[in-house]
Structures are given as C-alpha cells and as structure tokens.
Antibody, heavy 119, light 110 residues
Framework: EVQLVESGGGLVQPGGSLRLSCVAS????????MHWVRQAPGKGLEFVAG????????SYATSVKGRFTVSRDNSKNTVFLQMGSLKTEDTATYYC????????????WGQGTLVTVSS | QSVLTQPPSVSGTPGQRVTISCSGS????????VNWYQQLPGSAPKLLIF???QRSSGVPDRFSGSKSGTSASLAISGLQSEDEADYYC???????????FGGGTKLTAL
C-alpha cells in the first residue's frame, strides 16, 4: 500500500522558516518524481514545487521561487520542503504527492500538514 | 494562466447525469493529458480519472472523462449523495513546468 506521511507543519511568524518532511512507503521511491501541492483554507489546489527522482531537476511555482527549496534523501525515502521568508498567504495545508509524469499525473497524496503563518 | 477554468458549482438530483467542464490553453490541456480528482470534505484529493479518460483503480464506471482541444469534461451518471464533493481538473503546464489545477467545482446532490 502506498503511503505518504507529511510532518513539520505548525504555527510560524511572518518572515520565519519551516521544514516539511514526507516519508514514503509502498513503492520504489528512488525512481519516483515527487511534488508538493498546497491548499489554502477554503481554496483550491496549487502546485508548489517538484523534484525529479534523483533530485537533479527541480521546479517551483512563481509565488515561492527563491523562498522555498525542495530536496530529497532517497536513502531515507524522504522528500523535504524548506520554506523561508514565510508570508501570511503561505498559510495552507501542504500535500506531498507522487508525480507519475504528464500522462498519469499525480496519483497518490499524503494526508497533508497544516502550515499557519501568523503573528 | 494561473488556473484552469471550472464552474464553481454544479448540482443534480439523485440518478441524474451531471458534467463538469474544464477549460485551458495550448500550453496545458491542448498539449497534455487531463486528470480529475475528487476531494471529500476534510480529506486529501483522490485520483478519479487520468490520461483524459482512464479510471483509476476502484473508481465506478459512473465516472467518465473526455477531452477535446483545450477543454475537458468529467461526467457523473446515476448521481449519488456520496458523490457530493469538490472536483478538480489538472494538467501539466509547459510554462509553469508543473501541474496546473482548475479552481475546483463543488458538486451538490439535491
């Protein structure tokens, strides 16, 4: 069974930093591309960042470029999202997802971790 | 384009057929496959349809997807109360270099 378990969310002040983690199981992590997707309260889904299977290629939404960094440790089946210079508009549930390419898209989602940016 | 265009809400009576549209452009739907996701209240999204029309494992055949040009649609036949949820379309976008989502459609079974 595929499982994606996020952690690291919480309350942080504007301008602060936070690191999210996602531990994967039930599939061969090292050959899988991974994406982070977020959902602000009561709003729709938004792509945040993506990373290729070996970590050599990354992509970011314009809204987070230069502030967020996605990385992975294939020896620990874990993908990370380092978030910095946080803004109130970054408040959202952050989902870790498996990206299966342009045909299959995102097929599995974690349960999400809530990040609240507030003073 | 920041999001794919979906109607904010649709509704239908039990047993009825409803459709949800999704409009994009040449850099996303016009070039790449469309996926559809169902999000029940308080839950993570779940894959319903991938590659425009293929149903994910365990998804009833009441759900079907189609694509033409830069638009796609999700059809739900024999509407059931348990189908009440938010539905999102998604497609890879060449400009974003990531997946682009629709704004979401809230389905209500009257």
């Amino acid at each position: 069974e595929v499982q994606l378990v996020e952690s690291g969310g919480g309350l942080v002040q504007p301008g602060g930093s936070l690191r999210l983690s996602c531990v994967a199981s039930g599939f061969i992590f090292r050959v899988s591309d991974m994406h982070w997707v977020r959902q602000a309260p009561g709003k729709g889904l938004e792509f945040v960042a993506g990373i290729s299977s070996e970590g050599k290629s990354t992509s970011y939404a314009t809204s987070v470029k230069g502030r967020f960094t996605v990385s992975r440790d294939n020896s620990k089946n874990t993908v990370f999202l380092q978030m910095g210079s946080l803004k109130t508009e970054d408040t959202a549930t952050y989902y870790c997802t498996r990206w299966r390419g342009v045909l299959a898209g995102i097929d599995y989602w974690g349960q999400g971790t809530l990040v609240t940016v507030s003073s | 384009q920041s999001v794919l265009t979906q109607p904010p809400s649709v509704s239908g009576t039990p047993g009825q057929r409803v459709t949800i549209s999704c409009s994009g452009s040449g850099s996303n739907i016009g070039t790449h496959s469309v996926n559809w996701y169902q999000q029940l209240p308080g839950s993570a999204p779940k894959l319903l349809i991938f590659n425009n029309w293929q149903r994910s494992s365990g998804v009833p055949d009441r759900f079907s997807g189609s694509k033409s040009g830069t638009s796609a649609s999700l059809a739900i036949s024999g509407l059931q109360s348990e189908d009440e949820a938010d539905y999102y379309c998604a497609a890879y976008d060449d400009s974003l270099k990531g997946v682009l989502f629709g704004g979401g459609t809230k389905l209500t079974a009257l």
